[in-house]
């Protein structure tokens, strides 16, 4: 099932095209990835499906709907969330609570029962830790709840910043170098928790990505980016084998990407 599609899309910054024509579907369940060399516009089209930028041109649909010019946090309640390539988390507050600040998005008392913790606020409480505690159980970070953010290892960052983004609920999740500075150990087991998340939770994933052997080790289908441009789409298989992908970025020593 098609849960999002992206419709011809540009975005033009004064005389700059940064993403021109980008067409892109993503169906329920799938791990699909975005590459290209650095400057491609990989990370200006993930803005432009999460509402940081509105596209100079073309239209993104989710579930049927225009979701083109909302706002960010309009769109993550609508249930697509992301990640960032520098982590974004509060650092001096704990690993719980920067799982229950995420939960407040879809939070219904208003404020004056927030203030004087009325009923219903209470029972969203009870159930926003609740939910906290759950997902931190199923990234592996319950046994560090009460530790700050920032001392945590950069993996298990990265897992917070992810367990963060699941309790928005989303459906589609998109990851922006989730592997980036991970030692090889971090890496693996990045790949099978990814996999895993998109088991348990029933995400579709979408993902920047320049470490090939996440890529190609848990994506249904790639697309490739260079200088803006869609130069190729397929699987695995094809993009490794396809020529104008090798001399515009595998062909590339990773390092160098």
């Known amino acids: 099932m098609e849960l999002l599609k992206a419709d011809n899309v540009s975005m033009i910054f004064g005389g700059l095209t940064a993403v021109k024509e980008f067409n892109l579907t993503l169906n329920q369940g799938e791990i699909v990835a975005l590459i290209g060399p650095n400057g491609a516009g990989k990370t ?21 709907q225009k979701i083109t010019g909302l706002r960010p946090d309009q769109i993550t309640a609508m249930g697509i969330a992301r990640t960032f390539q520098n982590i974004r988390l509060f650092k001096d ?14 939070i219904k008392s208003n404020f004056l029962e927030a203030t004087f913790r009325l009923p219903r606020y209470r029972k969203e409480e009870k159930e926003m830790r609740e939910k906290s505690l759950h997902l931190l159980e199923k990234v592996g970070l319950a046994d560090l709840k009460n530790e700050k953010a920032s001392s945590l290892p950069y993996g298990k960052q990265r897992r917070l910043e992810i367990a963060r983004a699941l309790a928005t609920n989303p459906k589609i999740l998109l990851l922006d170098e989730p592997a980036a500075g991970m030692n090889p150990k971090e890496t693996e087991d990045l790949t099978h928790f990814i996999k895993q998340i998109r088991d348990e939770f029933d995400l579709t994933i979408f993902m920047i990505e320049h470490h090939m052997q996440v890529v190609m080790g848990i994506s249904d289908r790639i697309y490739v ?26 062909g590339v020593a990773e390092e160098d990407a």
């Open 44 to 64: 200006t089209a993930f803005n432009m499906i999460t509402g940081v930028y509105r596209p100079s041109i073309g239209e993104i649909i989710y579930e049927g």
């Open 93 to 106: 507050l704990s690993v719980f609570d920067n799982v229950l600040i995420a939960n407040h998005l879809h």
């Open 225 to 250: 980016f260079d200088h803006g441009v869609t130069i190729a789409e397929g699987t695995p298989y094809e993009i490794q084998n396809d020529q104008k992908v090798i001399d515009a970025y595998l």
